[in-house]
Structures are given as structure tokens and as C-alpha cells.
């Protein structure tokens, strides 16, 4: 790149963990930001920030002088301590290796939250009297009107629930967060949120509104679909502090004075779907000069404060807006639209009808082999008893012209959506999908020359936006839990997808809130069978499991290799050392039953090595591998309970003991990362010896076996050859068709390009009849499934979600080896940028939005001739190695180009 000399630029500067500015929880606030730089190679060489009160600014909280780092992301507040609701703003200016000093940056500012208890003065309040817990209730309405006595200078309000709120200030929505306070572990973690509504209050009457849903509090939660599993009552908990001219002070609290009412929502449940009458609605009621003389008082709680944090991932919020594609009448007779897109969220509406004319939505994720809407209502998959909701919404109008709704508290998982009810012909226009998810933004962009391969990942985008709902679910449709294995699987991909940072920090402070004292991890998280002491004969029993417990140690490292976070790291070490607690308490132990089996009986090597295997304990294994029948699922269920599954068991028992020993490394604790190392080293070589025979055979002889023994570095050195021979010959007499299921699906393509089997990897990619990646894409879907035929070839539909991003989590691979960017440091401070053409590909190009600024890599090949294109931002370098094996090449900040000649 050539360039002349020009200004050194601070941009996006941010306050860490900050949404719209205020509320901040964290005491010690963290900065990042990026340089912006006409020159190549630029490197940051010291920096400066100052922070400031925002209303005083001549008042400095902090000026850090000139500090000697190249140090631009994460970088900790270093001043006086910060005060509950204090409000600052943050400049920085920073030199380079060009002798360039910029100016100082457009200030970032930031609020606090409330960072004591004491500062709330609010009261629990709960609306509802004596209530039948197992019937649905009515969603109450909730009011405070007060008076204001001069002009509003600021205004807070600090609000949280036991189940879902929405909000308002004189019939205004507060805020644009959906379906808040969030899920969170509630008895120990409740979040509240903070909103800026200066702009909603004036001098004279005012009124605060609230609705209030079931929620996760206490509607249906998980496989089961079991309600109240935290609690049987709604409750609030609000604080509106306003700061009126003249400096007089007026806090609105809950509290005994607040009237409550029975509202339009006759029921509300996130799975089941919301019954709304519009009859029912009180004009008015959240706005001044209103009537409230015939509601009701509620009642003051005495519910806990301790538990309340600052809101602590990203909010939900509407994110997108789909509008028909078709409107179609099914076989049966039913009236469905076609969204053109699979997706998690509501369908808004504005329809005019006669009063007490009530219209039915059911949602449905796909159409049946005739074409009617799939699953019916309230249906059970046999013996793991998994519900299927309702996922149906209805409306009665009040018949007072255009009427339009969009749900309050509930989701659903759908395309296609059934119109019950409407007199008249129905307007496509009058309908709008709203795609709902946490507030993420896009990261990465990829494509090729292979449209099916692009395909492919739009469809994984669009299941981690479907499912990365305030937790990361396995699905939006039935189970909706946050299932540890599935998160751990794509948490590489999701971080490169999405800035999924903030979203699997908050769920990983869950995971360790709602570890066992033993340090086992439940399988689900937040972990609703734990909190509300109901048992299933799998689910509540699968704490523990290897592969589903490891997110507690592989999410934390994934979190700190795509960002550079070394915070969540320190944070979640004590979660970590408890997992490995566990497992060590788990290897000590003797399997009984196992000591009876005739492995352990005829084997002295097996008996050797017992107690540095993992051979007991309950673990789901490799899960939904293709050829793998749903008894005989059960079967290895049953199995594993009894007799365990150390060869996945141990091999996830290695690859923490690596993470853990690099993770110690980076937090400076040597002795303990030589510990794991060395535990490390001993698992492997056990493992070997029992578990990979000599001539790199390992049982059983599947796929998943190899992939995860080569990618752990669990085969001997002198058998990995032919561990790698046995991969492929099964691959090959599988017809170049995959045969790995959950855990080892993502690292496949992976384990045979490093070692020396590209084409392998691309004819897998590349294959399009099932079981494949690409068969999906060859079926119409519009997101992942869960199991590789969810529509067979023959249109028989499974019991399998259709959204359901586990299985996309190859498409990290798209970036790290078709697109070739892949980082040598933490948050790619250093970057690589090795592409790996292959599969008839004649053309890549791949953007990450790294903390640093884009990186982007674009190549074509024509021919045998290679030319590859590659942004590095500045503050970064990247080694660049080229796919005709010379010598790796190293540059700095810029533009850069490259060609080669390849044999293709």
C-alpha cells in the first residue's frame, strides 16, 4: 500500500459493556477504540484518557498522562472511585511509530448504574392476590400517577420484574427493550434495567404504566414446558428519579400506593403463545386525567435486593422486519403466509374487524409433506416427553376501526403462519414478521464462488440470531434452553458471526452462578430443573456431562482468543478450577460396573490406567450421529448411565486440561499451569494406550472417534497417519458423506486439512446428499437443523428443530481456511492470514470486524495463477502465508497484495 503522510485518528471509542450510556454496573469500567491512519504499519506506542464529569467537565476523574502501550482494547479505568448514578464522559489520544500524536476524540459518555443496594428505596410490589398457580392468569396492569412541580432538567428509571415488563411514561413505551429483566439464574442474579426519560416527563401530571407477562418466571420452561419454576407470583420493583430545575430531587417508587388492574391479556406464555382481548383494553389507563379509582391496591413484598445487577448483556430488541412472500391455501383448507425466512419473533398486524371477531396465528416452522402447517398443538415426543408448544397467538377485536398488535410476551419459532378467524380476504400487507434477538452486531461477512456454500452460512447467521435470545437456546421453538454442549460446540463461529462478547459473558456468569457446590455444570443453563427441584428421567440427570460441562472452560478461552478479553478469563477461573474439581473427584472414583465388563477384565493396560481416564458419571457422547437410530439413542443412554463413555469423557477431560494450562498461563499462575500440563500429558498418553490400538484404530470405529481424538491430540505421534487413514476410509465408504453428530461435527473439516487432507475436507463441504451440510440448503431450509435429514428426501418431517445452529459451527472454517483469516494473537492484535483454495472454489472473500477495525481477505484463482487481497487494520500485523508453501511473509497496517502460482 502506498500513502502519503496524513492525521492520526481516534474512532469508536466506547465504554465497555454500555448501552445507550447509562446504567453501568461495573465498578471498574473498561475502554476500547480503534486508530484510523493513512499510513502503513501503523502501531500505536502510547496512549492517554482522561475522564471527566460530563456536567462539570473542568472536573477530572481520572487523567492517566501519557502511559507507554500499544494497549487499545480493554483498557481498565484507572481513577478514583466511581459513584452510584454518576455520569462521566472519556476522551483519549494516543502516539504512534510514526511520531504522530493525535488529537484527543469525540468524548464517550457513560453513566452508572446503581451500585449498592442501599440505593434502592423502591419496594417489591406484587398486583395479584390469591391466584390458582396451575390455571393462566391475566396480565396485570399496573399505574403511579404523580405531579411535578417545575421543568424536568433529567430523569432515571431504574426498573426490573419477577416475570416479563413493558413500560411506559405518560403512554409512551420506555425504552425499546423486549421480553426484559432477561433470563438470568433470578434467585441469584436478576438483572434491572436503566432508561434515559427525560424526555418523557413534564411539569403536572404524570403517570408511569406497567405490564406485566409470566415470563421464564413462571410460565412454561424447557423440554417439559413445567410453569412457575421460580416463583407463582408477578412482581415489581421500580425507581423513577428525576432531577427537576432548581435542583430539587423527586424519587417515584414502588410501593403500596399503586393500582393495579386486569388488563387486555388473558394470558401470556413465551412458548404457548398470548390471548389478547382488545374488549378489554382501558383507553387510557397509562396517561394523566385517568380514573384508576376502580382498581385495586397491591401489595408490598419483601423480596430480596442482593441479587439485583445492573443489566448485564445486550438487550432485545426488535432487530428486523419480513414482510409476506406468499399467501397460501393449504390442502385442509387453511390460510398461511410465507415469510420466505425462518425466524424467532412475532407477527405484527393492523386489521379491521367486528367487534368480538377473534383471529388465530400458529406459527410453524415448516409445512408437512401435503402442505398443511407441521406438528400439531400441545404434542409430546415419546419417552423424553419434550412438549411442543402451541406457539399460537389470539386476538379478539374491540371492533373500534384499525386495530394493531404485535404480541407482548411471547415468541415463537416460524415461516409459515396460520390465519384462523378473518372474515374477509386477508391483505399480505396488513401482516410483518419482526425478527427478535439480543442486540448483536454483525462481524462477519463470507462468500465464494459456490452459491450453495453461501447459502449455507446465511442459514447459520440466521439460526444464531434465531436462538441467541438473552440466552443461547438450542431452539426457538420447543425446548428454548440454553443448552451448555450446543453453546460450547459454536461458540468459535457465534464470536465471529455476531459480537457475541457481552451476550456469552452474562450467560457464562449463569453457568457459574448455578454450578453445583461439587463444581458440576448442568447441562442447561439457567438451570430451571436445579431452581425449581422438578427431575426428568435424562434431563435433570445430565449435569456433569462431559462436552456440555467443558463450556464452563472452552467459552471463557473462545471469548478471550476472537476478543482479547483477559477479564472474563479472571472472572471465570474459580467456575473453571470447580469443573476440574469435579471432573478429578469424577476419575477417582471406582466404576463398579465397568469392573465387570470384559474390557476391564481381560485388559491390564485398561486396568492401569483407570484412574487417569474419565470413566464415570453420565455423558450425552457424540449425540444425533447419522446413522444412529433413535433407539439405538436410547440405547447409548442408558449405557452411558450405566456404565459411562470414557472415550468421549476423557477426551473432553485432555482438552480442558490444555485449555486450563494455557489459561493459567495468562493469568500468571505457572505452577498451576505446569500442573495441568503435566495432567495433560498423562491423559494422552493413557488414552493412547488404551483407547488407540497400534495400528491407529480406535473404538468405536466411527468418525466422531477420529475427529475428536486428532483435534484433542490424543493419538500417539507415530499412529496419527494412520488414525487419519482409518477418518477417511470411513468417510470414503460412507461415499464422501460425514458421519459425526454434535460434538465433533464443527472440528471434521478442520482435523482433515491439517493433516494433509484438503480435497477430503472440500468433497465433505461440497457434498449435498444427506447426511451433508449442504443437503439443507438442497431442501429449501432457511436456518440449520438439528438432525442431518429434518426433511427427508422423501418429505417426511422428524421431531427435530429446524433451527438449530449446533451443527453450523463448521462455518468458522469457512473463515479461518477458505477465507484464510485466522488470528496468532488474542483479539486478532496479530493476525494470520493463511487461505486454503480447494473444492473448485474459484473465488473467497471474508470480512472480520475485529476490535482492532476490518480484516478482510479477498483472493481468485484463474487458472493455476493465485492473487490474494488482504486489509490489516492498524495497531495489528499479520503474517500472510501464501497456499504455494513459500515463506510466510509479515507486514503491518494497509492494504497489501499478493500472487502465486497453485497447482489446482
Known amino acids: 500500500m502506498t500513502a502519503g503522510r496524513s492525521g492520526l485518528r481516534v474512532q469508536r471509542l466506547r465504554v465497555e459493556g454500555m448501552r445507550e450510556s447509562i446504567g453501568l454496573g461495573v465498578r471498574t469500567p473498561r475502554f476500547s477504540w480503534q486508530l484510523v491512519s493513512e499510513l502503513s504499519e501503523t502501531v500505536q506506542e502510547a496512549v492517554a484518557i482522561r475522564v471527566v464529569r460530563r456536567n462539570a467537565p473542568e472536573v477530572v476523574v481520572w487523567d492517566s498522562g501519557r502511559i507507554d502501550s500499544a494497549q487499545s482494547i480493554h483498557f481498565e479505568y484507572g481513577g478514583e472511585a466511581l459513584e452510584s448514578r454518576g455520569r462521566y464522559q472519556v476522551v483519549v489520544k494516543v502516539w504512534d511509530n510514526h511520531n504522530r500524536e493525535s488529537e484527543w476524540s469525540s468524548p464517550a459518555p457513560f453513566e452508572m448504574g446503581l451500585l449498592h443496594a442501599s440505593d434502592v428505596v423502591a419496594r417489591w410490589i406484587e398486583p395479584e392476590g390469591e391466584i390458582d398457580p396451575n390455571a393462566l392468569q391475566p396480565s396485570p396492569l399496573v399505574r403511579r400517577s404523580f405531579s411535578l412541580a417545575g421543568s424536568v432538567e433529567s430523569a432515571r428509571l431504574y426498573i426490573t420484574s419477577h416475570g416479563l415488563y413493558r413500560a411506559t411514561i405518560n403512554g409512551v413505551p420506555v425504552g425499546t427493550h423486549l421480553f426484559a429483566p432477561g433470563w438470568t439464574s433470578y434467585h441469584r442474579r ?80 413465551l412458548q404457548d403463545g398470548e390471548v389478547y382481548d382488545a374488549r378489554r383494553h382501558q383507553n387510557g389507563w397509562d396517561r394523566p386525567s385517568f380514573d384508576d379509582s376502580h382498581w385495586s391496591s397491591v401489595h408490598e413484598a419483601g423480596h430480596e435486593l442482593g441479587n439485583l445487577i445492573a443489566q448485564d448483556g445486550p438487550p432485545v430488541v426488535r432487530c428486523e422486519e419480513l414482510s409476506v412472500q406468499e399467501v397460501i391455501t393449504t390442502p385442509d383448507g387453511q390460510t398461511v403466509l410465507d415469510f420466505g425466512q425462518n425466524i424467532s419473533g412475532v407477527v405484527r398486524f393492523t386489521l379491521a374487524a367486528p367487534a368480538g371477531t377473534t383471529i388465530t396465528l400458529r406459527h410453524r416452522e415448516v409445512l408437512t409433506t401435503e402442505g398443511n402447517l407441521a406438528i400439531e398443538d400441545g404434542t409430546r415426543i415419546p419417552i423424553l416427553g419434550v412438549y411442543m408448544p402451541a406457539q399460537k397467538n389470539t386476538y379478539t377485536f374491540s371492533g373500534d376501526g384499525p386495530e394493531t398488535y404485535e404480541p407482548f ?128 428421567l435424562i434431563f435433570s440427570g445430565t449435569s ?51 469392573r465387570f465388563t470384559f474390557r476391564y477384565l481381560l485388559s491390564k493396560t485398561y486396568r492401569k490406567n483407570l484412574r487417569v481416564l474419565w470413566d464415570t458419571g453420565f455423558h450425552f457422547g457424540e449425540w444425533l450421529e447419522p446413522d444412529v437410530s433413535m433407539p439405538k439413542l436410547f440405547a447409548g443412554v442408558i449405557k452411558s448411565f450405566l456404565v459411562s463413555n470414557p472415550v468421549v469423557a476423557s477426551a473432553y477431560y485432555k482438552h480442558s486440561l490444555d485449555l486450563m494450562a494455557e489459561i493459567a498461563r495468562v493469568l500468571g499462575r505457572d505452577d498451576e499451569s505446569a500442573t495441568y500440563r503435566d495432567q495433560a500429558q498423562e491423559v494422552a498418553r493413557a488414552y493412547g494406550e488404551v483407547f488407540v490400538a497400534a495400528d491407529g484404530r480406535i473404538k468405536p470405529d466411527r468418525q466422531a472417534s477420529y475427529v475428536r481424538a486428532l483435534a484433542f491430540g490424543l493419538v500417539p505421534h507415530d499412529r496419527v497417519e494412520a488414525a487419519v487413514g482409518h477418518l477417511v476410509r470411513l468417510i470414503e465408504e460412507a461415499d464422501d458423506h460425514l458421519g459425526t453428530g454434535f460434538l465433533s461435527s464443527g472440528m471434521l473439516l478442520g482435523v482433515l486439512a491439517d493433516h494433509g487432507r484438503l480435497d477430503v475436507a472440500y468433497r465433505l463441504l461440497k457434498q449435498e446428499t444427506p447426511p451433508s451440510w449442504l443437503y439443507s440448503v438442497r431442501a429449501g431450509a432457511t436456518t440449520m437443523w438439528e438432525g442431518w435429514e429434518s426433511i427427508a428426501t422423501s418429505g417426511e418431517i422428524d421431531q427435530g428443530s429446524h433451527n438449530h445452529y449446533s451443527k453450523g459451527a463448521v462455518v468458522e472454517w469457512f473463515y479461518r481456511a477458505i477465507a484464510g483469516i485466522d488470528l496468532d494473537q488474542p483479539g486478532y492484535k496479530e493476525i494470520r492470514f493463511a487461505p486454503r483454495p480447494g473444492g473448485g472454489l474459484t473465488h473467497a472473500r471474508a470480512v472480520v470486524r475485529s476490535s482492532y477495525g476490518p480484516i478482510r481477505s479477498e ?35 494497509g492494504t497489501w497484495r499478493y500472487t502465486c502460482e497453485v497447482k489446482t
Not at 415470563?215 to 421460580?230: A, I, K, L
Not at 446465511?458 to 431452539?475: A, E, H, Y
Not at 482479547?564 to 478450577?577: A, K, N
Request: glycine share 10%; aromatic share 10%; with cysteine.
Open 859 to 893: 483472493w481468485t484463482l484463474v487458472g493455476d495463477r493465485f492473487e490474494l487481497e488482504v486489509d490489516v487494520p492498524a495497531n495489528t500485523t499479520a503474517n500472510i502465508l501464501l497456499p504455494d508453501g513459500s515463506d510466510e511473509h509479515r507486514a503491518g497496517s
Open 190 to 269: 436478576l438483572q434491572y434495567q436503566t432508561y434515559d426519560v427525560t424526555h418523557l416527563l413534564s411539569a403536572g401530571e404524570n403517570v408511569v404504566g406497567v405490564v406485566l407477562g409470566d415470563g421464564w418466571w413462571r410460565g412454561e420452561v424447557g423440554p417439559e414446558s413445567h410453569r412457575n419454576t421460580y416463583g407463582e407470583k408477578l412482581a415489581l420493583l421500580a425507581q423513577l428519579e428525576i432531577e427537576l430545575s432548581g435542583a430539587e430531587r423527586v424519587i417515584v417508587g414502588s410501593d403500596a400506593s399503586w393500582r393495579t388492574a386486569v388488563g387486555p391479556i388473558v394470558s401470556s406464555d
Open 409 to 536: 410476551f411471547a415468541t415463537a419459532g416460524f415461516r409459515y403462519v396460520g390465519v384462523e378467524g378473518f372474515p374477509g380476504d386477508l391483505d399480505p400487507d396488513a401482516f410483518t414478521a419482526i425478527a427478535i434477538y439480543s442486540e448483536m452486531e454483525t462481524l462477519g461477512e463470507f462468500s465464494c464462488s459456490d452459491e450453495r456454500v453461501n447459502g449455507f452460512h446465511r442459514n447459520v447467521l440466521w439460526s444464531q440470531k434465531g436462538n441467541f435470545m438473552d440466552i443461547p437456546t438450542d431452539c426457538p421453538t420447543r425446548e428454548r434452553a440454553g443448552w451448555t454442549g450446543d453453546a460450547q460446540i459454536f461458540a468459535r463461529t457465534a464470536c465471529t458471526l455476531m459480537d457475541s462478547h457481552r451476550f456469552l459473558a452474562k450467560w457464562l456468569r449463569d453457568v457459574a452462578a448455578d454450578q453445583a457446590a461439587s463444581g458440576s455444570v448442568p447441562g442447561m443453563i439457567p438451570a430451571f430443573y436445579e431452581a425449581s427441584g422438578r427431575r426428568h
Open 544 to 594: 456433569g456431562s462431559s462436552g456440555w460441562g467443558d463450556a464452563a472452560v472452552i467459552i471463557p478461552w473462545t471469548l478471550y482468543q476472537v476478543y482479547g478479553d483477559r477479564r472474563v478469563l479472571e472472572e471465570q477461573y474459580p467456575s473453571m478450577l470447580a469443573w476440574m474439581g469435579y471432573i478429578q473427584e469424577m476419575v477417582s472414583k471406582v466404576n463398579w460396573r465397568r
